[in-house]
């Protein structure tokens, strides 16, 4: 009889093992394909500092939560039990299913506070369980606090961003190594402050392929401590910190050190024009402008005389939407107000004046010292080609130009193409240099009929031609005729060199 319900007891032992360890395991192996939805079991992130409520009772006997950790990084569980006769148990698997621990009674009484240094990268699953699983009688609520402690200063250890780490350089241990996880647009600050000793620090940050993207010796010239500003992450994946002194291995300084990793103001894509967000034709994004982001950043790549559409549309609040494009070199080529309806703004059919890469500055007018703010939804269309119509005979001018040519028997006319905007005020000028040319000018429209003629530019004179302060009536195609006077009288053969410019003096 002994021996039987021996038997028993062993059996229900195995069971219970069965129940409390199984369970978590199958979800620790299977919570990615969502196999928690169906097993009826919650598995959702747990974020660090947030304390979860749960209800263990006849109904739910476990619940399971994911963690995202990092290695060398020190995590803190409390437990508590807050009704009922609950018999709480603590599981914690890997993502392999490999159990870091398991928790039942701690002395004094059923709350639970663990501390546990995880060993590598991965998704971690926390079990909150009864005694007994499915089998067992107690029930009952509790609160669970997860608490990140901070990193363990060992080699390899994973840096997270404002958690300090403190270590020690020396002759036995020159250099240590940490990583970070860093996504695209990320702007980061780095530093390794000397506490004691005579360290004179230096920090080296390579990426994945062990190419280094930044170093400090000593910041400013003014300290010993090496201070990283501003460090600008252009692709995602991991990094490695090297915290070591000046001289390396060769180095004779040795003492303790804090490090410390931290975002910059305006991290992340779009939110700093150092790390715009790619934006192509057709698509729209949506965002939001105030105090803290003054302005979003997007950038495009076009050829040369590209036209390009913008449109910023306020969606909330009171925004005062602003646009401006920026090339590379950080010039202001068109920027645009009220030119949508209402307060909202609109840049369209933008020439792009060379092949490059261009930045869209979406914000608030007058910026910083702006006080209107909301939300917004911009949208980018690549508009084709300014030229596309245009004989590619044709020579296109820019604002700016100026250049010279010739006329004569054989070539008695030149045409010119350029693209203007509604409003721009321009000025042309034609100005012989040598030889009998009677210059004459004339404006043609995107039809090339003629806007304006001129021929003597100034009354008596038959060296130059001009058309000054003229605003364009359209966005689009504007061509310039160069000739020589055609009337009856004898200058109708003149020839010559002359000079040609084309100017905006206002406009948009």
Not at 42 to 61: A, H, K, R, V
Not at 354 to 376: H, K, M, N
Not at 445 to 473: F, H, V
Request: no cysteine; glycine share 10%; hydrophobic share 35%.
């Amino acid at each position: 009889m002994l021996r039987a319900m021996n038997m028993r007891h062993a059996t229900l032992a195995f069971l219970l093992l069965i129940s409390l360890l199984m369970g978590p395991l199958y979800v620790a192996n299977l919570a990615q394909d969502d196999a928690a939805e169906e097993l009826d079991i919650d598995s959702e992130n747990m974020q660090p500092g947030n304390t979860i409520s749960g209800t263990l009772n006849n109904t739910t006997p476990r619940q399971v939560w994911f963690i995202e950790g990092s290695r060398g990084e020190v995590i803190r569980f409390r437990l508590t039990v807050s009704s009922g006769d609950l018999d709480p148990i603590l599981t914690v698997f890997d993502s392999r299913g490999t159990l870091l621990f398991r928790r039942d009674d701690q002395a004094g009484g059923r709350d639970l506070d663990l501390t546990v240094t995880l060993s590598r990268d991965d998704q971690y699953y926390v079990a909150v369980s009864r005694f007994g699983g499915a089998l067992g009688s107690t029930q009952g609520t509790y609160d669970l606090l997860l608490e990140r402690v901070g990193v363990l200063s060992q080699q390899g250890s994973t840096l997270r961003y404002g958690e300090p780490v403190i270590d020690r350089i020396s002759n036995e241990q020159s250099e240590i190594y940490y990583t970070f996880r860093a996504q695209e647009g990320d702007i980061l600050n780095l530093e390794m402050l000397r506490s004691s000793g005579t360290l004179d620090p230096y920090l080296i940050v390579v990426d994945s392929d062990r190419f280094q993207v930044a170093d400090n010796d000593d910041y400013d010239n003014t300290t010993q401590n090496a201070v990283i500003r501003n460090l600008l992450i252009e692709k995602t994946g991991t990094y490695v910190v090297i915290a070591t002194r000046y001289g390396q291995a060769g180095g004779d300084t040795a003492g303790n050190f804090v490090l410390t990793i931290d975002e910059s103001d305006g991290s992340g894509l779009g939110n700093s024009i150092l790390a715009p967000e790619a934006i192509s034709s057709g698509q729209t994004v949506e965002g939001v402008i105030n105090d803290n982001q003054v302005a979003r950043y997007f950038t495009f790549s076009a050829a040369q005389h590209d036209l390009v559409t913008v449109s910023m549309d306020q969606t909330s609040g009171q925004l005062d939407a602003y646009l401006k494009i920026v090339n590379a070199g950080g010039e202001v080529l068109f920027e645009d107000d009220d030119g949508g309806s209402g307060r909202n703004s609109r840049i369209t059919e933008f020439r792009v004046p060379e092949p490059g890469i261009y930045t869209i500055v979406a914000t608030r007018l007058d910026e910083e010292a702006g006080t209107s703010q909301g939300g917004f939804r911009l949208q980018f269309r690549m508009e084709g080609n300014a030229f596309a119509n245009v004989n590619p005979g044709i020579p296109r001018l820019i604002y700016g130009t100026s250049l010279q040519d010739a006329i004569s028997d054989a070539d008695p006319d030149s045409l010119f193409a350029f693209w203007g905007y509604t409003g721009d005020t321009i000025n042309v000028f034609m100005n012989r240099i040598d030889g009998n040319l009677d210059p004459v000018l004339e404006l043609l429209d995107a039809q090339q009929q003629r806007i304006l003629r001129n021929d003597d530019a100034i009354s008596g004179s038959t060296t130059n031609a001009r058309i000054e302060g003229y605003s364009l009536p359209y966005t689009g195609v504007y061509y310039i005729r160069a000739m020589r006077y055609d009337g009856n009288l004898t200058d109708n053969t003149t020839t010559g060199r002359y000079s040609l410019s084309l100017q905006r003096i206002a406009g948009g």
